[in-house]
């Protein structure tokens, strides 16, 4: 059954399905849903706009992003991220709910909520993003993500 | 902006749900900094809102929590707005603020803040709580808003990042010191030791985000880059097909992973230019046994004084001290009745008599004004080179023959005599 499904999933997606989502993760491939999720993020937050992170995250995750976007949009306040380069630092958890850490390098600033104020420079960052995922709907979608203080980051080879 | 709040509120319902068990009782969130007294985070969404932030500018641009001063309470009608630091805020590891008067600001209005608006700039760690004063609702965290000598409750901020913990480190790697690895007649190469990253800031709020690449490349006589490449670590290149008088040079850099680049490290060299050749060795003199003449038909012994031996000739140019060898490799002897015999060495050198000399010659015929005796010894020159801080070489630079003066050796023939009948 689970192989029907995911068969109508990749039949759907090689239709054009899903929207602007990124390339369907294969079941194999948690870091490429990750990349996805972290995509479907920076976009979500540039844009003040929550609508394209139904495809790549759910439950607990999803609502918190909801929440960072709405509070962004509440105060006009966006998240500019230029990214420069990602790599997945650690992947791990178990095989139904595994983990992917992504090292993210970018130049961000945060534009508006000011009293028309200049957008402030872009800033060099480096961030470890964590997400847990789940596979749901014949796809790969983020349960549980977290920034990571740099306490916590995984070591990089 | 009435659509997001809208939108906001919405995304609250589920939210407040959602972290219903969140840990309110929670002292500290992030680094190892506690909380401040009189910080409250009931009704705020910590955890979810704690946030880090890395960076390399110390004047921290993208700090999430600078244009939310919100005067969100219609009740007195303005929010007064307070911060706390820790850490190397202020250019003293393992500060604390105290809780700082930030900004009243009016129902409906937003101020802004960030560390530069008080001539602060963040080196190392620093962590930042943001609260707005409980003027109207005292005791949420505790007793205190209306003349209480308890704490008064500082409200963690609700819409936007109460608690940021910030990681600045603006302070490049070691620098590389690129150095001469090997230098040719045509060529000069170049290498260099891995560095370390240096961090920012000092004691427990020092921070070093860790070294990332190398970027490096060579030029020649000041052209273009050549072999341009960002490298994880050190790397060795070469200018080849130098000329006498080239200068080439190696052009390092070394970053850390927010992007804090060392200046240009340069070394230079120019390819080893051969030396001029030693003047000749002085030539040995011949010496043959049986002397002062010879006996056709029996064999005579030659041989070389002073035996020729390994010659070291030391010379400065410039910055490049230089080794000359010239080392005996063959001796040619020409006995005046023939072809030149050649021998290698020592043999060709011959020994003196009464030793048995391994170079003899026999002639077939007498010579009255004597045969013309003489040695051509070649030597194998070769140099060496002190540049930068090692040595290079060796490097052929041919051979030098010398020949010694020739002897003039008279041959007799042997007259067979009756010594006695029997």
């Given at each position: 059954m689970r192989a029907l499904v995911l068969a109508m999933v990749l039949v759907a997606a090689a239709c054009g399905?899903?929207?602007?989502?990124?390339?369907l993760p294969a079941r194999q491939d948690p870091v490429a849903a990750a990349l996805a999720a972290d995509d479907a993020l920076r976009l979500a937050l540039g844009r003040a706009d929550?609508?394209?992170l139904d495809g790549h995250f759910t439950g607990r995750a999803l609502l918190l992003a909801r929440l960072e976007v709405a509070q962004l949009a509440a105060r006009g306040v966006r998240r500019e991220e230029v990214l420069e380069g990602r790599r997945a630092v650690h992947t791990g958890g178990s095989e139904a709910t595994p983990e992917v850490v992504l090292e993210i390098r970018a130049h961000q600033r945060w534009t508006g909520?000011?009293?028309?104020a200049a957008p402030p420079p872009f800033a060099a960052t480096v961030r470890q993003w964590s997400a847990v995922l789940e596979w749901s709907g014949g796809r790969w979608l983020v349960r549980n993500a977290a920034e990571l203080p740099p306490p916590q980051w995984w070591p990089v080879t | 902006m009435r659509r997001g709040a809208v939108l906001l509120g919405g995304v609250l319902l589920g939210v407040t749900s959602l972290l219903?068990?969140?840990?309110?009782?929670?002292?500290?969130?992030?680094?190892s900094y506690g909380d401040p007294y009189g910080f409250c985070p009931l009704y705020s969404y910590l955890p979810a809102t704690y946030t880090s932030v890395v960076t390399n500018?110390?004047?921290?641009?993208?700090?999430?929590?600078?244009?939310?001063?919100?005067?969100?309470?219609?009740?007195?009608?303005y929010d007064t707005w307070y911060g706390f630091w820790y850490g190397d805020?202020?250019?003293?590891?393992?500060?604390a603020s105290g809780w700082v008067d930030m900004m009243t600001v009016p129902y409906g209005s937003v101020g802004h803040w960030n560390f530069g608006d008080y001539g602060w700039s963040v080196h190392g760690h620093v962590k930042q709580y943001v609260a707005y004063y409980n003027?109207?609702?005292?005791?949420?965290?505790?007793?205190?808003?209306?003349?209480?000598?308890d704490p008064p409750p500082y409200m963690a901020d609700v819409y936007g990042w109460p608690v940021v913990d910030f990681y600045v480190d603006s302070v490049p790697p070691d620098p590389p010191a690129p150095v001469i690895s090997g230098v040719t007649p045509a060529s000069v190469t170049f290498s260099w030791a891995p560095v370390s990253d240096r961090g920012d800031?000092?004691?427990?709020d020092y921070f070093a985000i860790g070294f990332d690449h190398f970027l490096s490349w060579i030029t020649v006589n000041g052209g273009p880059a050549q072999q341009y490449a960002a490298t994880p670590a050190p790397r060795t290149l070469t200018a080849a097909g130098l000329r006498a008088g080239d200068v080439a040079c190696v052009h390092v850099l070394a970053y850390d992973r927010l992007g804090n680049g060392t200046g240009d490290q340069q070394a230079c060299g120019s390819p080893l230019a051969p030396p001029a050749p030693p003047p000749p060795p002085p030539p040995p003199a011949v010496f043959i046994n049986p002397w002062p003449a010879g006996l056709a038909g029996l064999d005579s012994w030659y041989w070389l004084s002073p035996r020729p031996r390994t010659l070291t000739y030391v010379r400065a140019v410039g910055a490049t001290s230089y080794v000359i060898s010239a080392a005996p490799q063959a001796v040619t002897w020409s006995f005046g009745d023939g072809r030149p015999v050649g021998y290698g060495v020592p043999a060709g050198y011959g020994y003196a008599y009464p030793a048995v000399s391994p170079v003899a010659h026999s002639y077939q015929g007498q010579s009255a004004t004597g045969y013309p005796v003489s040695a051509t010894i070649t030597y194998a020159l070769s140099w060496m080179a002190f540049a930068g801080s090692a040595w290079f070489g060796p490097y052929s630079m041919g051979t030098e023959s010398v020949t010694t003066a020739a002897v003039a050796y008279p041959v007799r023939q042997a007259q067979p005599e009756i010594a006695s009948f029997g």
């Open positions: 399905g899903f929207g602007g989502a990124a390339a929550a609508s394209g909520g000011g009293a028309g | 219903a068990t969140r840990d309110v009782a929670a002292s500290s969130w992030g680094s500018d110390p004047s921290v641009p993208n700090n999430p929590e600078r244009d939310t001063f919100w005067g969100i309470h219609a009740d007195p009608g805020y202020a250019g003293r590891p393992g500060d003027w109207t609702f005292g005791g949420s965290c505790g007793v205190g808003a209306y003349g209480s000598t800031g000092s004691g427990a």
